[in-house]
């Protein structure tokens, strides 16, 4: 299994700034990756993180609107850009540790753009 | 591209009877399918993995079918608990380790 933390756990925000959402897992990971989950919906995959190369964004979603780093094997940010209040979601990081099995998921932050 | 389905989108039951909740996926080449359960406002919660070679998986008073040629997995729940209700997701992927695509999921709500 994996222990991930995310940072904010909620925040609200005001149209046209940014927020950046940290996810810190216990253990070393090849792949992160990051999903939205809109009001009354599933999760949607937004981008993959690898350690040391570009994300992979998935269609609909833009480096430019999300920007995601990955300074090491534990540790992703992704970033959230002038904001609308379409983005009011949460945002959910994950892992695969081992690289397979199971997929684990952080607790989410619950974003609400006014 | 791969399209994942839940039928029926809430389920109402009284305390005690069984859950039975439907995944289909049009894609029937995946890795493996896992089942998730989503309180309110929370993150999600892993209950079971089942890999493309197997045909069930069983933990407690939950068990998972898979039927990978007909793109179809159930999730039971026996003898069902007010401390059942929750959003029930199923997910797929395509390869080891990979991205998830995931279906509308279940509400379910357990009567006492």
């Known amino acids: 299994s994996a222990v991930i933390s995310q940072k904010p756990s909620r925040d609200i925000c005001q149209r046209g700034t940014s927020l950046t959402i940290q996810c810190q897992v216990d253990?070393?990971?090849?792949?992160m990756f990051w999903y939205r989950q809109q009001p009354g919906q599933s999760l949607t995959l937004i981008a993959t993180a690898n350690q040391g190369s570009e994300a992979t964004y998935e269609s609909g979603f833009v480096i430019d609107k999300f920007p995601i780093s990955r300074p090491n094997l534990t540790f992703s940010t992704l970033t959230v850009s002038n904001m609308s209040p379409e983005d009011s979601s949460i945002y959910l990081c994950?892992?695969?540790?081992?690289?397979?099995?199971?997929?684990?998921f952080g607790p989410g932050t619950r974003l609400t753009v006014l | 591209k791969q399209e994942v389905t839940q039928i029926p989108a809430a389920l109402s039951v009284p305390e005690g009877e069984n859950l039975v909740l439907n995944c289909s996926f049009t894609?029937?080449?995946?890795?493996?399918l896992q089942w998730f359960r989503q309180d309110p406002g929370k993150g999600l919660t892993s209950l079971l993995l089942?890999?493309?070679?197997?045909r069930e998986q069983t933990s407690g008073r939950l068990n998972a079918s898979l039927d990978k040629s007909s793109g179809r997995s159930t999730l039971y729940i026996a003898a069902s608990q007010p401390g059942d209700s929750a959003t029930y997701l199923c997910a797929v992927s395509k390869r080891a380790g990979n991205k998830l695509t995931f279906g509308g999921g279940t509400r379910v709500l357990v009567k006492p």
């Open positions: 089942i890999q493309s070679s197997q």
């Open positions: 894609d029937s080449a995946i890795y493996n």
């Open positions: 994950s892992v695969v540790p081992g690289g397979v099995g199971e997929q684990f």
């Open positions: 253990s070393q990971v090849t792949m």
